[in-house]
């Protein structure tokens, strides 16, 4: 089946360190996204995608970077984590441009910064 | 003021209890809106989208008010399994109309 995964599912790293986070879709969905959930903020749009070699800024996109080399794969990179960066991150995909397509999302990588 | 706001709750509820959740939503330009349904450190998943004539999924009803810039989830005949977080989502808010803004949720337990 079809699917979406994200990895590691959990990562404990110190302040300062480069993070790479994984999000692998097999729906080849040309639309792709990265979110982060933190309490009382509910999911807040990192970056995404809407096909390969295009990525766009999201709402909280400082201290985040995304490329898009295929169209299964956008990895999420934290250049410098810091201890805000502590959350759990979502990836979704969409097989159409939002809003109007249901997104899909990854189980998560709960992140923490040291 | 929120771009999305939804009552965080929590509800508490009997089983067989009718329970609804408001959200409001402040760009009056925006044009789709959405139930996503999120279990306890699970991933969102859509529960429905929400029409401008009001919609209906088996115990679930969704409606839309765009005078007042709200929308509402009734259920109906709560069942346990409908414990979980909902999350009110709606497009344009952030500024860009093909970009979703999720509210913070609403908690939902419902009791034996």
């Known amino acids: 089946d079809a699917e979406i995964t994200q990895s590691p599912r959990h990562k404990i790293t110190e302040t300062g360190r480069q993070v790479t986070l994984a999000c692998h879709q097999t729906?080849?969905?040309?639309?792709m996204f990265w979110y982060r959930q933190d309490l009382g903020h509910g999911l807040r749009l990192i970056h995404y995608?809407?096909?390969?070699?295009?990525?766009n800024k999201g709402e909280v996109s400082d201290g985040y970077s995304v490329s898009r080399s295929n169209t299964e794969d956008l990895p999420l990179t934290l250049e410098s984590a810091a201890s805000s960066q502590t959350s759990v991150y979502f990836c979704?995909?969409?097989?159409?441009?939002?809003?109007?397509?249901?997104?899909?999302f990854g189980p998560g990588t709960r992140l923490t910064v040291l | 003021r929120k771009e999305v706001e939804q009552d965080p709750g929590p509800f508490n509820v009997p089983e067989g209890a009718t329970v609804a959740f408001n959200c409001t939503y402040s760009n009056s330009a925006s044009q789709s809106f959405f139930w996503y349904r999120q279990d306890c450190r699970k991933e969102p998943k859509l529960l429905m989208s929400v029409y401008s004539s009001g919609n209906e999924d088996g115990r679930f009803t969704a409606q839309l008010n765009r005078a007042s810039q709200y929308i509402s989830l009734l259920i109906r005949d709560s069942k346990l399994s409908d414990s979980a977080t909902y999350l009110c989502?709606?497009?344009?808010?952030?500024?860009?109309?093909?970009?979703?803004?999720f509210g913070s949720g609403t908690q939902l337990t419902v009791l034996p």
């Open positions: 729906w080849n969905h040309n639309n």
């Open positions: 989502v709606v497009n344009g808010a952030s500024g860009s109309a093909r970009q979703l803004t």
């Open positions: 979704a995909s969409s097989v159409g441009p939002s809003p109007q397509y249901e997104q899909f």
């Open positions: 995608s809407y096909g390969v070699q295009d990525t």
